[in-house]
């Protein structure tokens, strides 16, 4: 081949190539590249921190779309976490009191003209710590005075009190959770979490189960066993003894917080100790045990026995439930024996001259007819009392009735129409019922067991009004009502 056509074929592979080389398509990515615009890291940058949150401002880079902050940690290459879109102004949040980070910002482009920036340099931020206070709630118990009263975000809380006190309980530790549910009990320390604030610990307690009861059986014959030998702090006492105490010469009548059946009666699940709480002492009441008596019987002031009730009544002077001579019901009338005023029943005004027209004060007086009721039963001691005190002496039938001391006894009255009802029902032997008028029967005159009764009205110690009481007849029988001038036999009662 001749060198001008040598040279001609070299020529046109050579341009062949370069023609190739600018259509291959790296090239072409890498010319496009080299078109866009890096945009510039911002600058100005500015922290604002709080104690678990920083404000970051910065000069706003032209042509940037949006921003990206990274945070690190002081010594981290790797961002602990990155912010996309951030513009400036944001919040970097959930950050750690009293700690220190690094900080970059980045501008992002749009990809067609303008690529991101570089990183801008790492900017220090420092969180700061705010304190709060602490609440030590004793929940019932003594006031706690050794704890602290604040706590510094991000730090330990290393000092909790060791204890306090509460009556009967036992300090089971301190809690965040006022239900004691959620979590367990604080023992040493604790580094409370965000969100912060004020910071309360509950005492929690138990109450004692083992306050000790002793059963004192008050100088027994034969001792009381069974009961409860604990109870809980503010809990009932779940049992008494299951056998009760014997004692020669009394009845036992129940398990009382006091001496001589003082105070509260304790039966099963009756009774809750109060505060303080600790070991407690219930005691054994005795009553010195009454003789049995029939109908008829003489009875302890030298009468006769002429009405028994079983379920018992109010007596004595203040007409209640502990009235009777052994502090309880009474459950017997006694009448004073025929002669009990050395002869035969002797005649007496009602009331003195100066009281014969005026109410006797606490007695209601049965106007429109005879109380005869059982509530009237024991009811002529107070009354019997009651007209005494207005100023009416032996003169007069309950001065009379109660100055009687027949069996060295010191509690006769003037019976009510009530019992003097009952009273003529006995007498005249018919069947007792309160609520009946003694119409039947015969009077015995003689001086027998049920005798000594004239055949005249008797006196009462229940008035009709201001200027009479009620009389009862025990000849001719009926109730009337009596002016308390006028003079009627007497016949004292007593009830036990």
Known sequence: MRPSKAFAVITFLTL?????????????????????TKLAAPNGVVTVPGSTSTVL??????????????????????????????????????????????????????????????ESGKYS????????????SANGGASVTAGPSTYTTGLTIGSLPATTTKDGYTFDGWWVDSTFTTGSAITSSYT??????????????????????????????????????FY???????????????KTGYSFGGWFTQTA??????????????????????????????PSYSIGDTGP??????????????????????????????????????????????????AVSANQSADVSGISNDSSAAYNNALGIGLGYKNSDLIVAQGNDTTTASGAARAYAGGSKNDWYLPTTAELNLL???????????????????????????????????????ETSAVGAWVQGFGSSGQYSGDKGSTNPVRPVRAF
Do not use: M
């Open 192 to 229: 409370p979490a965000s969100p912060y604030g004020a910071v309360t610990f509950y005492a929690k307690w138990s109450a004692n189960t083992t306050n000790a009861i002793t059963w004192d059986d008050q100088s027994p014959t034969t001792a009381s066993s069974g009961g409860s030998a």
């Open 232 to 246: 809980t702090t503010a809990a009932a006492v779940a049992t008494i003894p299951t056998v009760d105490p014997i």
């Open 424 to 462: 003529c029902q006995w007498d005249r032997g018919v069947a007792q019922d309160v609520t009946t008028a003694c119409t039947s029967g015969t009077i015995n005159t003689g001086t027998g067991a049920s005798g000594g009764f004239v055949d005249l009205y008797y006196w009462s110690s229940s």
């Open 57 to 118: 401002r910065f000069t706003a880079v032209p042509n940037a779309t949006s921003y990206k902050v990274r945070l690190y940690a002081v010594k981290g290459e790797n961002p602990l976490r990155t912010i996309a879109p951030f513009n400036s102004g944001d919040s970097v949040s959930a950050l750690t009191p009293n700690s220190t980070y690094k900080i970059t910002v980045q501008a992002i482009g749009n990809n067609t003209t303008f690529s991101n920036s570089p």
């Open 301 to 350: 002031g030298g009468g006769i026995i002429y009405y028994y009730d079983s379920a018992g009544f109010n007596c004595g002077a203040g007409f209640t439930s502990n009235g009777s001579p052994t502090s309880g019901l009474c459950h017997y009338l006694e009448v004073a024996p025929s002669g009990w005023n050395t002869g035969s029943d002797p005649t007496k005004v009602w």
């Open 16 to 36: 062949l190539s370069s023609f190739s080389t600018a259509l291959s398509p790296t090239n072409a990515s890498e010319d496009h590249s080299q078109h866009l």
């Open 261 to 290: 059946g003082a105070g509260t009666q304790v039966t099963n699940g009756s009774y809750t100790p109060a505060s303080p709480y600790g070991a407690i002492t219930f005691y054994a009441k005795w009553s010195a045990a009454s």
């Open 125 to 136: 931020v420092t969180t700061f710590a705010s304190t709060y206070a602490i609440i030590w």
